[in-house]
């Protein structure tokens, strides 16, 4: 065996390992970068979609809150109705009722008017 060439392809082959080892090393680095980018766009995400939770709680408050005013003021207004409603039912049942009354006076009147009529004929003749 030749061992000149031996000594003669060992640089070559360090050279190698180095160049082997130093691809290596920019693989990890980009590994390492592309690693760190996609873990800032994962927190960029997790932060967006933390606001948009946010907001849409925000929103849902929000109509819930509107919801609760329109009850109110629907309720308010059903009572207004149904308080009217209430005095007009009132108001027509007791003109019934006076108007009953006058015409049970009017006929109590007449009849009380023929009795004292017929009591008159039978006393006076």
């Avoid at 760190?36 to 967006?48: F, G, K, M, N, S």
């Avoid at 009217?84 to 109590?108: L, Y």
């Amino acid at each position: 065996m030749n061992h000149g060439n031996r000594a003669k392809w060992r640089p070559c082959i360090k050279k190698e390992r180095r160049s082997n080892l130093d691809a290596s090393s920019r693989i990890l680095s980009e590994l390492a970068s592309r690693e760190q980018a996609l873990d800032q766009q994962i927190e960029a995400a997790r932060l967006e979609a933390a606001r948009e939770v946010e907001a849409a709680e925000a929103e849902a408050a929000r109509i819930m809150r509107q919801a609760e005013a329109d009850l109110q003021s629907m309720q308010a207004e059903f009572e207004q109705v149904l308080a009217r409603q209430s005095a007009e039912i009132r108001e027509r049942a007791q003109t019934e009722a006076q108007s009953e009354v006058h015409a049970a006076q009017t006929r109590s009147e007449g009849k009380l008017a023929q009795a004292v009529e017929t009591i008159l004929r039978a006393v006076l003749p």
